[in-house]
């Protein structure tokens, strides 16, 4: 058993204040909320403020989970931000939380797995920890989707909304804290879902621009098909790492795409939906932060309690997957 058991001592979250309904796209797009709600799950996201950058939503939800950690932010040995939507290319939106926060002895770095970023990061950040590196490790997933997507593509414009969540990783209790962990990639799929400008392969031009190359593209029916495959499949393979079965799991908090994917993996591995956390209907899929955000949102409202064998499920564009067991043995 390793000393170093590492868990999550903090959760915090932030969700933009403007809500965008289903009523408001069909005034700027082609489609209904009866198809949206049916298809989707969702009926109204959020959208960050003019003056709200990816950064500002991380910082916040950083805050909220600094505070409910009881730990200052000079404690922070380590920040890493999940997110496909950073305040620029570089400095990273993570030296720029560390600068809000004033995280002085923090090192700071992001991290793209797209929608499974958030799992991605427990994973990497949870490794400083049980090595002995680091005590305290700020892992954030973060994004402000509503800069690039489309708001006249009705294939992808109602799907995706804004919102942080964060949580703060140090050593918990043996048997307690992250006790399976799975991470997976395929880049042969990585074209279906993708945003194609902007990079060293297509640097922003008036081209990329006149062709919407800076905003999401997405093959929806395909994304579906492979994710009603993998989140079973990562579901199997944490509680494989975990030594455990879904008998064990008493809460599933599932990465928020899309009822419909969420309902098909419940149903596979055997969790009634009183099991599953689903916030979809609110805040539409938050991409990396929808994990952290669910898993909150869970927490705050009583359902996760101490001592509950928890799982969370992510997969996205890559294409990645990632998973991952949690006793839940908080405060
Ligand atoms: N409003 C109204 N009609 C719409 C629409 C919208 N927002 N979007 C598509 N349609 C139309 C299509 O044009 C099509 O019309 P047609 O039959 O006349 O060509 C019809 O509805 C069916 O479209 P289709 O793409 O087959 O719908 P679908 O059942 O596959 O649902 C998604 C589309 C996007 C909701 C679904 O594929 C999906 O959720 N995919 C996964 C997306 C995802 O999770 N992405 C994030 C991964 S992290």
Sequence with gaps: MNKNQAGILGIG?????????????????????????????????????DDQATSDLATEAAR????????????????????????????????LVQNNLKAVNAAAFDLTAVCSGFVYGLA????????GLYKKVLVIG????????????????????????AVVLGVTSPGCGILGIHLGSDGSGGDLLKVSAGGSRLPASLDTVAKRQHFIYMNGKEVFKFAVKIMGDAANKALENAKLTAADIDCFVPHQANIRIVQSAAKRLGFPMEKVV????KYGNTSAASIPIALDEAVKSGRIKNGNTILLVGFGG???????VIKWCKG
């Excluded at 309904?21 to 109204?44: A, P, Y």
């Excluded at 990497?124 to 090595?131: A, H, L």
């Excluded at 973060?142 to 997507?149: G, K, Q």
């Excluded at 689903?278 to 209907?281: A, C, E, I």
């Design 64 to 95: 909220r989970a600094l505070e409910d950690a009881g730990i200052g932010p000079d404690e922070l040995d380590l920040i890493i931000v999940a997110t496909v939507t950073p305040d620029m290319s570089f400095p990273s939106t993570a030296c």
């Design 278 to 281: 689903v916030n979809v209907d």
């Design 318 to 324: 890559g294409l990645t997957w990632a998973s991952s």
């Design 142 to 165: 973060a994004e402000a989707l509503s800069r690039i997507m489309d708001w006249t593509d009705r294939n992808t414009g109602m799907i995706f909304g804004d919102g942080a969540g």
């Design 13 to 49: 979250s932030y969700i933009p204040e403007k809500i965008v309904t289903n009523k408001d796209l069909e005034k700027i797009m082609n489609t209904s909320d009866e198809w949206i709600v049916e298809r989707t799950g969702i009926h109204e996201r959020r959208v960050a403020a």
């Design 124 to 131: 990497v950040g949870s490794q400083f920890i049980q090595t």
